[in-house]
């Protein structure tokens, strides 16, 4: 099992950034999978996962609203797109395959939201 993050760096508040995780080494369609965060000090968080069938989505409260999971099955990919970005955001992005424990996660992207 691999994941691979990409996509973040610095922005600026109120900024975008769109976040990719290519899988490989599983049959990516039939899990959940979901983009955890953790900032310096703190624990890492979940911050969105998308089922694997239906395509449900679950967000924390912090990023409802500007925060959109997606995922692309031909692909083996699945993404963030970050919007309205605050300095609350700033973070290491990690994809892990799974819902409420993921069982594999990818190195980190580092996203930096400053002025």
């Known amino acids: 099992v691999q994941l691979v993050e990409s996509g973040g760096g610095l922005v600026q508040p109120g900024g975008s950034l769109r976040l990719s995780c290519a899988a490989s080494?599983?049959?990516?369609?039939?899990?959940?999978m979901s983009w955890y965060r953790q900032a310096p000090g703190k624990e890492r968080e979940a911050v969105a996962r998308?089922?694997?069938?239906?395509?449900?989505?679950n967000y924390a409260d912090s990023v409802k609203g500007r925060f959109t999971i997606s995922r692309d099955n031909a692909k083996n990919a699945v993404y963030l797109q970050m919007n309205s970005l605050k300095s609350d955001d700033t973070a290491v992005y990690y994809c892990?395959?799974?819902?409420?424990?993921?069982?594999?996660w990818g190195q980190g992207t580092q996203v930096t939201v400053s002025s």
């Open positions: 998308i089922s694997a069938f239906t395509r449900s989505t």
């Open positions: 080494g599983f049959t990516f369609s039939m899990y959940d």
């Open positions: 892990g395959r799974g819902w409420a424990q993921p069982d594999y």
